[in-house]
């Protein structure tokens, strides 16, 4: 019949779910188990013509689990990014998923070390499988946000976090195109200047970061959200409030 068939099954105990499925009906599914002192993610492989789930363990440790997300490529292959607190301390880490093997990798990957600010890392990962991870870092050596490369190839992940672009930010995004081409945005909030919306495009043909663009100024920017396509194209909404009127919703393509 048409229309979308709605069906129940169990999942489990736990919190903040997470879903991701790809263009042939191949999906991942994960969720969050915590206590006072400890967290666990736990995760499943599924098909949309038969979602019994099978879940396993794929993360337990000390602190807690924030900003998990997932990304799935044609093949059903997928990965997970989140980030962990630990008594005032925060990394980023990432598992895999290979989907000709059905099987996770054996242990998590740390991407870089730890850091004495939250983190909320952003992935983007193209229909091929080619990812990339960005977070904001502040300390002596870099401040703006970093970027881990994924290699589906190798299915490895950069060796060290490498610069992005060298500005501070709030609610950055960023998208990847079926190149391996990405975009990022940002608000940044200088003292005593006007919000701006900025961005910056990544060359995967020479590793480089485009001269940052100015979007958008105003007295305050926020709810950036950003999406892409694999062709190369991008959309960005963001609201924005003057000091007077009710807030607007502004869009660029």
Known sequence: SDGVAIANFPVGPGGAPVVVISDKGLGITLWIETDESSSRILGSPFTVTSPNLLPVTIYRGEGQVQHLQAAIDRRGSALV???VERSGSWEVMAQSYDARKAAWDETPVRLGGSQEHA????????????????????????????VSHY???ERIWSDSPVPGVAQLGHE??????GHGDALA????????????????RYRTADSVWEE????????????????????GHAWILWRKQESSGPPRIMGKQ
């Open 151 to 153: 290699w589906t190839s």
């Open 172 to 177: 950055l995004e960023i998208t990847m195109d």
């Open 185 to 200: 945005v940002w608000v940044a909030r200088p003292h005593g200047q006007p919000v701006r919306l900025e961005s910056s």
């Open 81 to 83: 990014v989140w980030c």
């Open 119 to 146: 983190l909320i890392p952003r992935l983007a990962m193209n229909w091929r499988g080619r990812a990339m991870v960005a977070w904001e870092v502040q300390d002596a050596s870099f401040e703006g946000f970093v």
């Open 212 to 231: 940052t663009q100015v979007l958008a100024t105003g007295p305050n920017l926020d709810h950036l959200r950003l999406r892409g396509t694999e062709d």
